[in-house]
């Protein structure tokens, strides 16, 4: 037990120290993975575009809509910041989903990168400004596909 305070003052420093110290311990290549970004998912993408620009962007202008993606949200969203999104693709070797709000002033909504070999389910929560199409994109080794929903925005959640 420590039974100054002038004791205890200098053990806390010492520790603080030590913390200000950790990240310098850390090896340069795990910082240097830390900061990558995957390639494709740079800031280029998240700029204010219309819908039909960021489809031009992603290289998804000729989607082919597809019953093997999922896309749960609510038919009326009471509150347009938070609406829950669900999407599950059944596509093989799914390497990317995006979500699109074709009435945003930020079309693409979100970005997903999924890794080879894991489950391609995403769930997340977005804002939709307006009523408007929710747009699930999925990338795949094949090309892109599609599936939407209307999501209403209503305020309060009274009306349709």
């Known amino acids: 037990m420590i039974k100054t305070r002038r004791r205890f003052l200098q053990l806390a420093g010492g520790g603080a120290l030590a913390l200000l110290a950790a990240p310098h ?3 340069r290549a795990f910082a240097e ?3 990558r970004v995957p390639p494709g998912f740079g800031r280029k993408e998240f ?3 219309g819908f039909d620009e960021v ?4 290289g998804a202008d000729g989607s082919t809509p597809s019953a093997d993606i999922e896309l749960h949200a609510p038919e009326i969203a009471e509150n347009g910041a938070v609406v829950p999104i669900e999407i599950t693709s059944k596509l093989p070797g799914t390497r990317r989903i995006a979500i699109l709000s074709d009435k945003n002033p ?4 979100a970005v997903f990168a999924i890794p080879e070999g ?4 995403v769930s997340t929560r977005v804002k939709v400004a307006e009523t408007s199409n929710v747009i699930a994109l999925v990338q795949t080794d094949a ?18």
């Open 25 to 27: 311990l850390l090896p």
């Open 33 to 35: 993975e830390a900061r």
């Open 47 to 49: 700029i204010p575009q």
């Open 55 to 58: 489809l031009r962007e992603l």
């Open 106 to 109: 930020h079309a693409l909504t």
């Open 118 to 121: 894991t489950e391609a389910w």
């Open 143 to 160: 090309g892109y596909f599609h599936t939407d929903r209307l999501v209403k925005v209503t305020l309060g959640g009274c009306g349709g």
